[in-house]
């Protein structure tokens, strides 16, 4: 309900007002009246009401004098005047002050209709409009983070674009980051990011990037001061104030805690790249340049460290091509299965990358990429290419790109490398067929043990790794379902034979929970172990 107080000096002209009427028709109720423009001033006060129908000549304040006071204090209070005399002047004042609208007495009731009903209107109106206001405001307080962060972002990537309007953005952001105090950036990498993400839900992933935040901010707050936020998936900027030399010198402290507790409260390993002092925000990119660079140099250096452009050699770096002679010579030992000549060209290649800064990362993935693909080529001619190779290679590709360091990516090349010797070593002296055979020989005798992958591996001397690989290829299925199908061929035999219970014949053939063992059984068969025996007696 919307509040309505009436001023007039007339007793009769109240009354009429007040009860004849239909105020609630328009949501309005009376809440107090009274003569004059003082004790009127009084009672809106303490009343605080949305709309004030007063008289226009009243004995000690008129109305005009009270409306005045009113659109000081109450802006929002809507007037409207009612008055017995047709005075020019008060059309005037009233129009000064803003009033809503101007009766004649007597009151035509529906004269005053139209009024009231565009009062509320407009109450209406103003109404929706403070609650979109009030909306709005609480969307932005909670937005506010998103807010920081995005202009954080922007800073680190294009410094001061309106150094006329920076400093109110970084007030209404509630920021503290004076245009010229001098700055440093810190880029806070995960390592083995792809591998991080792979092994948490959407859920945890954001929820492990609010932890980072949280640490790297509150560790920067107590060391130096400054901001923390994240840049893109797996990286996290730190922009530090450094007001005086002292808060420089903790900076590698700050960097070490900043590695400790990561790896302490989130098992994270981290990689930390520092930037160079900067004079002021505008250079801020400068130094998130900087520091960039030298997080980079984790490809080269090794993960789980804290590099600054001081660290960096001072060279001027070599440029290396894989030659033609270097591509016999793989070819050469590939062929030839000689892991010893392969190792020793995977090491001479690797290692001119390693100076080769430049270009390093670019070059050294493609590189990668021809040697994957000339030993698939290879298997290809020499006919030992598999059914189902395609999607190893496919993956093995798609790992090039994920790993971090010339290191991971020299092992991830190797090991494909010697595997495909491996290959070949195996077709020349048919030990490929004899590892099978050998390999089901052992689950045709152990079946009914708890016989593992890895046991037969050992048996046979080779990684369990390479023997699933193996497997699958020679025979297209794996290890663990061809144990599977001689377990129920086994059952099955055991279940024609009344004598035996079922759970006797789930522990007979490997399985020490029956009703998992009925489940496979059925997967397999498409009958349940009782079902089956029905069947067959």
């Given at each position: 309900?919307?509040?309505?107080?009436?001023?007039?000096?007339?007793?009769?002209?109240?009354?009429?007002?007040?009860?004849?009427?239909?105020w609630?028709?328009?949501?309005?109720?009376?809440?107090?009246?009274?003569?004059?423009?003082?004790?009127?001033?009084?009672?809106?006060?303490?009343?605080?009401p949305d709309?004030?129908l007063?008289?226009v000549?009243?004995?000690?304040?008129?109305?005009?004098?009270?409306?005045?006071k009113?659109?000081?204090?109450?802006?929002?209070?809507?007037?409207?005047?009612?008055?017995?005399?047709?005075?020019?002047?008060?059309?005037?004042?009233?129009?000064?002050?803003?009033?809503?609208?101007?009766?004649?007495?007597?009151?035509?009731?529906?004269?005053?209709?139209?009024?009231?009903?565009?009062?509320?209107?407009?109450?209406?109106t103003?109404?929706?409009?403070?609650?979109?206001?009030?909306?709005?405001?609480?969307?932005?307080?909670?937005?506010?983070?998103l807010?920081?962060e995005?202009?954080?972002?922007?800073?680190?990537?294009?410094?001061?674009?309106?150094?006329?309007?920076?400093?109110?953005?970084?007030?209404?952001?509630?920021?503290?980051?004076?245009?010229?105090?001098?700055?440093?950036?810190?880029?806070i990498r995960?390592?083995?990011?792809?591998?991080?993400?792979?092994?948490?839900?959407?859920?945890?992933?954001?929820?492990?990037?609010?932890?980072?935040?949280?640490?790297?901010?509150?560790?920067?707050?107590?060391?130096?001061?400054?901001y923390?936020?994240?840049?893109?998936?797996?990286?996290?900027?730190?922009?530090?104030?450094?007001?005086?030399?002292?808060?420089e010198?903790?900076?590698?402290?700050?960097?070490?805690?900043?590695?400790?507790?990561?790896?302490?409260?989130?098992?994270?390993?981290?990689t930390?790249?520092?930037?160079?002092?900067?004079?002021?925000?505008?250079?801020?990119?400068?130094?998130?340049?900087?520091?960039?660079?030298?997080?980079?140099?984790?490809?080269?250096?090794?993960?789980?460290?804290?590099?600054?452009?001081?660290?960096?050699?001072?060279?001027?770096?070599s440029?290396?091509?894989?030659?033609?002679?270097?591509?016999?010579?793989?070819?050469?030992?590939?062929?030839?299965?000689?892991?010893?000549?392969?190792?020793?060209?995977?090491?001479?290649?690797?290692?001119?990358?390693?100076?080769?800064?430049?270009?390093g990362?670019?070059?050294?993935?493609?590189?990668?990429?021809?040697l994957?693909?000339?030993?698939?080529?290879?298997?290809?001619?020499?006919?030992?290419?598999?059914?189902?190779?395609?999607?190893?290679?496919?993956?093995?590709?798609?790992?090039?790109?994920?790993?971090?360091?010339?290191?991971?990516?020299?092992?991830?090349?190797?090991?494909?490398?010697?595997?495909?010797?491996?290959?070949?070593?195996?077709?020349?002296?048919?030990?490929?067929?004899?590892?099978?055979?050998?390999?089901?020989?052992?689950?045709?005798?152990?079946?009914?043990?708890n016989?593992?992958?890895?046991?037969?591996?050992?048996?046979?001397?080779?990684?369990?790794?390479?023997?699933?690989?193996?497997?699958?290829?020679?025979?297209g299925?794996?290890?663990?379902?061809?144990?599977?199908?001689?377990?129920?061929?086994k059952?099955?035999?055991?279940?024609?034979?009344?004598?035996?219970?079922?759970?006797?014949?789930?522990?007979?053939?490997?399985?020490?929970?029956?009703?998992?063992?009925?489940?496979?059984?059925?997967?397999?068969?498409?009958?349940?172990?009782?079902?089956?025996?029905?069947?067959?007696?």
């Amino acid at each position: 309900m919307y509040k309505l107080v009436i001023i007039d000096d007339e007793p009769t002209v109240r009354f009429g007002l007040s009860n004849y009427f239909d105020w609630q028709a328009y949501g309005i109720e009376v809440i107090g009246d009274a003569d004059d423009g003082d004790v009127g001033l009084e009672l809106i006060e303490r009343e605080k009401p949305d709309l004030v129908l007063t008289d226009v000549r009243m004995p000690n304040m008129d109305g005009i004098q009270m409306s005045n006071k009113l659109s000081e204090r109450f802006p929002h209070i809507k007037i409207v005047f009612v008055s017995g005399h047709d005075d020019a002047e008060y059309l005037k004042s009233a129009l000064q002050v803003k009033a809503v609208d101007y009766l004649f007495k007597p009151v035509n009731l529906s004269e005053l209709a139209v009024v009231i009903q565009r009062v509320v209107d407009t109450l209406r109106t103003e109404k929706q409009e403070r609650k979109l206001i009030e909306d709005m405001q609480v969307k932005l307080i909670q937005s506010m983070p998103l807010l920081r962060e995005k202009f954080l972002m922007s800073l680190i990537r294009e410094g001061v674009q309106h150094p006329g309007r920076i400093q109110d953005r970084i007030q209404f952001l509630g920021l503290k980051l004076p245009l010229e105090t001098a700055y440093l950036a810190i880029v806070i990498r995960i390592d083995n990011a792809a591998e991080v993400a792979q092994t948490r839900s959407e859920r945890d992933q954001q929820l492990l990037s609010y932890s980072v935040i949280n640490i790297v901010q509150e560790l920067i707050e107590r060391e130096i001061g400054g901001y923390a936020f994240e840049n893109q998936i797996g990286e996290f900027v730190g922009i530090l104030r450094i007001v005086d030399e002292d808060q420089e010198s903790l900076l590698f402290t700050l960097a070490e805690e900043v590695r400790q507790s990561l790896y302490s409260y989130l098992k994270i390993s981290v990689t930390i790249g520092v930037g160079e002092r900067v004079s002021k925000l505008a250079s801020v990119p400068q130094s998130y340049s900087q520091a960039k660079e030298a997080a980079d140099q984790r490809w080269f250096l090794g993960k789980n460290q804290i590099i600054s452009m001081d660290n960096l050699e001072q060279r001027e770096d070599s440029i290396y091509r894989f030659d033609a002679s270097q591509n016999e010579r793989m070819i050469s030992a590939l062929k030839a299965a000689d892991i010893a000549k392969v190792r020793e060209e995977l090491h001479a290649i690797f290692l001119a990358l390693s100076h080769s800064r430049a270009d390093g990362i670019a070059y050294g993935r493609n590189l990668s990429l021809q040697l994957l693909l000339l030993a698939s080529r290879i298997l290809l001619e020499l006919q030992v290419h598999k059914q189902g190779a395609e999607n190893v290679e496919n993956e093995l590709l798609t790992k090039v790109f994920q790993q971090e360091t010339l290191d991971d990516l020299r092992h991830l090349v190797e090991y494909r490398l010697l595997e495909v010797c491996g290959r070949i070593g195996e077709k020349r002296s048919g030990k490929a067929k004899n590892v099978i055979e050998r390999t089901r020989a052992l689950i045709d005798k152990r079946f009914a043990d708890n016989l593992q992958v890895g046991d037969i591996a050992a048996e046979v001397f080779l990684s369990t790794t390479y023997l699933c690989l193996l497997f699958k290829q020679e025979t297209g299925e794996t290890i663990n379902e061809y144990m599977t199908k001689v377990r129920v061929d086994k059952a099955k035999e055991l279940l024609q034979d009344p004598g035996n219970k079922f759970y006797e014949v789930c522990y007979a053939v490997g399985y020490s929970d029956p009703s998992y063992f009925s489940k496979i059984f059925k997967k397999y068969t498409g009958f349940t172990p009782s079902s089956f025996r029905d069947q067959v007696m």
